[in-house]
Structure formats: C-alpha cells, structure tokens
C-alpha cells in the first residue's frame, strides 16, 4: 500500500492482472450500478468454484534434485506462503469485482474452511492449505458480501460467477455491457476484445499518455487484505476486522532463500489453534 501511495505521487501506471477491470461487459455493467441501474445494492455474492490446481500433477515428476525450497516454488500452489490459499490466489478476482461495485472494502469478515478431500498425511505433495472457504464480509454500509470458493475434484460442481443484488433488480457484473463477457480461449472471440489484450492495451495508453492514466495499486491492495482477512479468519476461526488486519503482525515468509534450502513446512491451520498475529 506504501509503493502503491508512492506510485500515485509518481503518476506511475500500475496495472493489477485483475482482467475483470478490462472486461468490456464488466465494465459496462459495473459503470452502469453504480449510476443506479439496479437501485441501491443491498448484497453481493461471489464464487470461485472449481478443480484443484496443482503445477506438478504427479509425485513422480518431481526431480530428485527438486529439494525444499525448490520443490515449494515448483509445486507453489500447495504451500500458504508462497500462492496465499485459493481465497488469495485465484477466488480474489470474484472478491475484486464485489469490492469494485461497492467502491470499498469490508471493514470485517467471519469465514470458516478447512481440507475435506486434500490427504493431511502427504503435505510434501498436497501442502498446508484449505480445500474451500467460506466467508461472510461487511462493508462500512452494512452490506454483505457472502463468498464461497473451493477447489474439489473432477466432477463436483461448479461456478466461477458474481452476484449483486439491488433494490430494482439484480446483475451477474457482465449482463448491463454491450456484449457477453469473452471467453478468450474461443475461436470465434475477436482477440481484441479479450480482457486480457484489453488490459495490455489499456496499459500501454496509460503509459504513453496517449489513453486513461491507469492505477490498481491501491484498490487491488485492498482486494488482496480482503481476501487475506477471509483466510485468516477461516485458519483461526475468529471474526477478523480490517483494523485487525492492517495491525497484524503476520510474516509467512522464510527466513532465508536458497533453492538448495530445506524447508519446513507448517502444519494444515486448525481452528482454536492456529493463532492469528
């Protein structure tokens, strides 16, 4: 949050990789609440319900030579310090688009979780982090955000949504827009209209003057507290506020760096003990 005040001062451009922000329906749509097209929000929802992730599908394709520290950044997903926990690391795009149709970020949460498939016994392979989360977040208005996101084998079921209720009706952050949200991965999408070349394009405007002066740092910050507020309160159990995070003695980094390094790895957080700092 300092470099991203310091950014500001600078007139910097920073872009977030938060795609939504680029995506014309998105943006159309969100543009479009917050000028009362579906009269005062009065709740949000969003979800990341999908398939695992894991960089290294198999314990017989790491290397013998892939020891510690090396083997965690090749298997990065499984372990809290380095991908955040699923709420972090792939569900903050969901929360992003909540915060950004607020124009905040809630002020507390109260979530739970916990590993209902992932092994406890093999944490060299499956790490030390949930399988789902759920949370409920505040905003200053008393507005709720409920967010659910989980990571469950081939065949559950599955979402990857947002929803915002108004007092006048209700939109899914892309159905106000000009156009479906796109799906770049389609052969008949125009590339052009991909989030993904958006924001590059955006991006490069930004920074020759020549379009919008484009600045995330702040707001995606603030959408990554959030989404950190939510792990924690699910590790520890407690009802966490956003002065409780931003007073939080937390570091989950090593000590030290070295790919030949062993490292530890912490135990699968329990609620009642693991302590939140």
């Keep these: 949050m300092k470099a991203a005040k310091k950014s500001e001062e600078l007139k910097l451009t920073v872009m977030s990789g938060a795609q939504r922000r680029n995506d014309k329906g998105y943006m159309e749509t969100v543009d479009k609440i917050h000028n009362g097209a579906i009269g005062d929000v009065v709740a949000t929802y969003a979800y990341w319900v999908d398939t695992p992730v894991f ?67 093999d944490p060299e392979f499956y790490g030390n982090i949930y399988d789902h989360i759920s949370a409920d977040f505040v905003y200053p208005n008393g507005v709720h955000m409920s967010s659910h996101c989980r990571q469950f084998p081939a065949g559950s079921e599955k979402r990857v949504s947002e929803l915002i209720v108004g007092s006048k009706g209700r939109s899914n952050g892309y159905d106000l827009g000009s156009g479906p949200a796109v799906d770049p991965r389609s ?31 702040m707001t995606v910050a603030e959408t990554t507290m959030t989404c950190i507020m939510g792990r924690e309160s699910a590790y520890s159990g407690q009802k966490l506020t956003w002065d409780m995070m931003m007073n939080s003695q937390l570091d989950l980094q090593p000590k030290e760096f070295d790919y030949d390094l062993k490292l530890d790895i912490s135990p699968l957080p329990v609620p009642g003990i693991y302590k939140f700092v």
Aim: aromatic letters at 10%; a positive charge; hydrophobic letters at 35%.
């Design 187 to 217: 052969p008949r999408s125009d590339p052009r209209q991909s989030p993904y070349v958006r924001e590059h394009t955006a991006m490069l405007a930004s920074i020759r003057g020549d379009g919008p002066y484009i600045n995330h740092g």
């Design 55 to 121: 960089p290294i599908k198999s314990k017989a394709d790491r290397k013998p030579n892939w020891n510690g520290m090396t083997w965690q950044h090749r298997q990065w997903y499984s372990f809290v310090w380095i991908c955040g926990d699923q709420i972090v690391e792939q569900h903050l795009h969901n929360i992003d688009v909540c915060n950004w149709v607020m124009g905040a970020h809630p002020v507390e949460c109260l979530a739970s979780g916990g590993a209902a498939w992932r092994p406890k016994d």
